[in-house]
T-cell receptor, first 111, second 108 residues
Framework: DSGVTQTPKHLITATGQRVTLRCSPR?????VYWYQQSLDQGLQFLIQ???????AKGNILERFSAQQFPDLHSELNLSSLELGDSALYFCASSPTGNTIYFGEGSWLTVV | KNEVEQSPQNLTAQEGEFITINCSYSVGISALHWLQQHPGGGIVSLFM???GKKKHGRLIATINIQEKHSSLHITASHPRDSAVYIC??????????FGTGTSLTVIP
């Protein structure tokens, strides 16, 4: 158990819909990262937050947004969903500059 | 062009063999991570390197900053080492780039 909690574990939704994925980092970790893993694209970095502020941005679509709340949990919002958004979405957290701890992921299926 | 290239893509080894997985990158980095992903999806960070060499049990990771190259070695491989190994680099802007992974199968 990495200490990073992601919900939901599985989600099936229709095209055009909007979903929110939630992540609770390890206690005390200020950094939260979001990644997408699909069969055709592999693992891709989406975005990083540090203590509530956006720190780095990767290949995150404009239809996607994220935020980190004062209690350090984070949410990834995916809107206008397309079939190609079906993927495993990982959240990870880390103490500053150190090892990254991954959650178990949220499986999103868009039908 | 991928910022991170891994080789080999697939690797099958007999139990007990010494295994090497290579990673080359083209961006300036602040750190390099080796990740392990077992069937079923979970990802574990094995090492974070910014220079030199690290060892944890039967796993050894090295990095050569000048050559922009890292290697992950597994000594005395075991079937439980079967997994996908992913090299990831964090650039100086805190963005991550990932290799496509090396799928390792260790046969008893």
């Amino acid at each position: 158990d990495s200490g990073v909690t992601q919900t939901p574990k599985h989600l099936i939704t229709a095209t055009g819909q909007r979903v929110t994925l939630r992540c609770s980092p390890r206690s005390g970790d200020l950094s939260v990262y979001w990644y997408q893993q699909s069969l055709d694209q592999g693992l891709q970095f989406l975005i990083q937050y540090y203590n509530g502020e956006e720190r780095a941005k990767g290949n995150i679509l404009e239809r996607f947004s994220a935020q980190q709340f004062p209690d350090l949990h984070s949410e990834l919002n995916l809107s206008s969903l397309e079939l190609g958004d079906s993927a495993l979405y990982f959240c990870a957290s880390s103490p500053t500059g150190n090892t990254i701890y991954f959650g178990e992921g949220s499986w999103l299926t868009v039908v | 062009k991928n910022e991170v290239e891994q080789s080999p893509q697939n690797l099958t080894a007999q139990e007990g063999e010494f295994i090497t997985i290579n990673c080359s990158y083209s961006v300036g980095i602040s750190a390099l991570h080796w990740l392990q992903q077992h069937p079923g999806g979970g990802i574990v960070s094995l090492f974070m390197l910014s220079s030199g060499k690290k060892k944890h049990g039967r796993l050894i990771a090295t990095i050569n900053i000048q050559e922009k190259h890292s290697s992950l070695h597994i000594t005395a491989s075991h079937p439980r080492d079967s997994a996908v190994y992913i090299c990831a680099v964090r650039n100086t802007g805190n963005q991550f780039y990932f290799g496509t992974g090396t799928s390792l199968t260790v046969i008893p």
